[in-house]
Nanobody
Framework: QVQLVESGGGLVQAGGSLRLSCAAS????????MAWFRQAPGKEREFVAR????????YYADSVKGRFTISRDNAKNTVYLQMNSLKPEDTAVYYC??????????WGQGTQVTVSS
């Protein structure tokens, strides 16, 4: 089992920044892929970014490329999502997730991000 706990959400004005954190505990996650997803009201959950815990290779959704940065701190077992130049359409509940194979098996409880115009 892996436990994921997100933090860092909040209310910010358009153009501002926030940094989300996802603390992982439980099983060794050195072989996992860590990711951020988000779900806006009335919309499907969508992929935001992912990082391979080992090697640090990253991948981003087109909608956030150039504005968001995913990173990890091995010593703290924590993944971050630095969000800059935020837009009102970034408003959503952001979820941290991880997987060993093709399915994201573990999810956090989510953290609300609200961007005002």
């Amino acid at each position: 089992q892996v436990q994921l706990v997100e933090s860092g959400g909040g209310l910010v004005q358009a153009g501002g920044s926030l940094r989300l954190s996802c603390a992982a505990s439980g099983r060794t996650i050195s072989s996992y892929v860590m990711a951020w997803f988000r779900q806006a009201p009335g919309k499907e959950r969508e992929f935001v970014a992912r990082i391979m815990w080992s090697g640090g290779i990253t991948y981003y959704a087109d909608s956030v490329k150039g504005r968001f940065t995913i990173s990890r701190d091995n010593a703290k077992n924590t993944v971050y999502l630095q969000m800059n130049s935020l837009k009102p359409e970034d408003t959503a509940v952001y979820y941290c997730a991880c997987r060993l194979t093709t399915t994201y098996d573990y999810w956090g409880q989510g953290t609300q991000v609200t961007v005002s115009s």
